[in-house]
């Protein structure tokens, strides 16, 4: 049986004085990919915020441990190097940095230690192909011009890249056409055979999910999680919807 990797206890977070998560709790074993499921403005994406250490989501009571260790009172930065990864719903733009020098950088902070050109150029060019992704992207600014669909993929790269023990995918499939989400599929479903990865992947869409194998299906309503099922359980939600799940 998996060691529990992620366990969320009576978490409570709030925003300027707003509480928006209110009790929430939640264990994902070690290798396993969970669904996060919700009506929109429930606080799905506060919970990744939370998880990743975003400085503007306030942890008021409760506690985060992962892989054994409490990183409640960590910053991102120490997260992310211990192997928690954020895809964004809505990724920033940033000028004057390559997607290429932003991952190298990335990986290098992670690792500790200079990676060679070659090598990272090498496995850059075989990454980027699993995603259909032409190589000139790489040394273009970050997000910058780059289509909904564009940033999604530029976000499965630096997952694929980096290689964290847990990432927490946030609305990947908002805004795709079908051939897009085929290929964020393709890329996740990468992730778990170089990896074994755990994965927490948050929608409120079961199209990203038509592909990949899940474990564990969590329903947030109102800032807690109002009940964990079973694949069956995405179905069950298409068919009567979320507040059936109260």
């Known amino acids: 049986m998996s060691n529990t990797l992620l366990q969320v206890k009576d978490l409570h ?113 075989a990454t980027m192909d699993v995603l259909d992704m032409d190589y000139g992207y790489a040394e273009r600014d970050l997000n910058v011009g780059f289509s909904g669909g564009e940033k999604k993929k530029a976000e499965i790269l630096q997952l694929l890249m980096l290689e964290p023990k847990f990432a927490i995918l946030d609305e990947t499939d908002s805004g795709l056409d079908v051939d897009a989400v085929r290929t964020v599929s393709a890329g996740i479903d990468e992730y778990k055979k170089r990896t074994g990865g755990t994965l927490l992947i948050i929608t409120h869409s079961a199209r990203i999910l038509e592909s990949l194998e899940v474990d564990k299906v969590h329903v947030m309503i109102e800032g807690k999680i109002a009940k964990d099922g079973g694949r069956d359980l995405v179905d069950e939600i298409n068919d009567k919807g979320f507040e059936e799940k109260e």
Do not use: C
Request: charged letters at 25%; proline letters at 4%.
């Open 13 to 125: 977070v709030g925003v300027q004085d707003k509480e928006i998560l209110n009790g929430v709790n939640l264990e994902i074993p070690e290798g396993e990919t969970h669904v996060l499921m919700g009506p929109n403005g429930t606080g799905k994406s506060t919970l990744g915020y939370a998880l990743i250490g975003h400085p503007k989501y306030e942890v008021t009571e409760g506690s985060i441990v992962f892989n054994g260790e409490d990183i409640t009172e960590d910053g991102a930065d120490e997260r992310a190097k211990k192997g928690l990864f954020l895809s964004f719903q809505n990724p920033l733009e940033v000028p004057g940095v390559s997607l290429s020098a932003f991952i190298k950088s990335a990986l290098e902070q992670i690792k500790g230690e200079r990676v060679k050109a070659w090598d990272f150029k090498k496995k850059l060019h």
